[in-house]
């Protein structure tokens, strides 16, 4: 079955940087669309980036240029790079994928940003 585990988030200051990680399994992961997820509790999930088979890539207009998404195929691995990160960027990040109609999600990594 589909398997999304993500990792890497932590505990750090206003201003650094932190890479995520989604290791993939139980699906061809380099068929597939993926996507960055993030949410905060209270509000509802936002798309922070996707990325194509092709690694053709888009990205939450507000954080164009502050984060990165990336992909290895031969990991079956995807990545999310976010730069000079913001108290409002605190939140769960999750990595999915789609089967039909079905998103599929790990189980989350949580992102704090404090001083």
């Known amino acids: 079955q589909v398997q999304l585990v993500e990792s890497g988030g932590v505990l750090l200051l206003p201003g650094g940087s932190l890479s995520l990680s989604c290791l993939s399994s139980?699906?061809?992961?380099?068929?597939?669309?993926m996507q960055w997820y993030r949410q905060v509790p209270g509000k509802e999930h936002e798309l922070v980036a996707a990325i194509s088979p092709a690694e053709y890539t888009n990205y939450l207009r507000d954080l164009r240029g502050r984060f990165t998404i990336s992909r290895d195929n031969a990991k079956s691995t995807l990545y999310l790079h976010m730069n000079t990160l913001q108290p409002e960027d605190m939140a769960g990040y999750y990595c999915?994928?789609?089967?039909?109609?079905?998103?599929?999600w790990g189980q989350g990594t949580q992102v704090t940003v404090s001083s």
């Open positions: 139980g699906f061809d992961f380099i068929s597939k669309y």
């Open positions: 999915t994928t789609w089967s039909g109609t079905m998103r599929h």
